[in-house]
């Protein structure tokens, strides 16, 4: 097989693709108030900020190495502004201050 084929959008397709959007919508939910919490806890919120960070990071590499394993290299784009808007929003958090 040479290029990429034409999608089929049958049953298992339009039942895969809603599956995986509602998971995706679950998780930003999820990640949108554990944050807020990490951030309300200051310096108290950093087991908060290990546990995000090892799901960013396990997301990143996974998706972007079955991304570039697949032939899909140019979803890695998409990963790595993600992942750079995270840690924008950690560093701005102040969670990677030291204690005083």
Do not use: C
Request: glycine share 12%; net charge positive; no cysteine.
């Amino acid at each position: 097989m040479h290029g990429p084929i034409e999608a089929q959008f049958d049953p298992m397709l339009r039942f895969s693709l809603a599956v995986m959007g509602a998971v995706s919508i679950g998780w930003a939910v999820t990640l949108f108030f554990v944050v807020r919490a990490a951030i309300d806890l200051g310096g108290q919120g950093r087991p908060l900020w290990n546990a995000i960070t090892a799901g960013m990071v396990s997301w990143f590499v996974i998706d972007s190495a079955l991304s570039v394993a697949t032939g899909f290299g140019l979803n890695v784009v998409p990963n790595i502004a993600l992942a750079l808007m995270y840690i924008v929003g950690l560093i701005a958090s102040g969670a990677l201050k030291r204690p005083v």
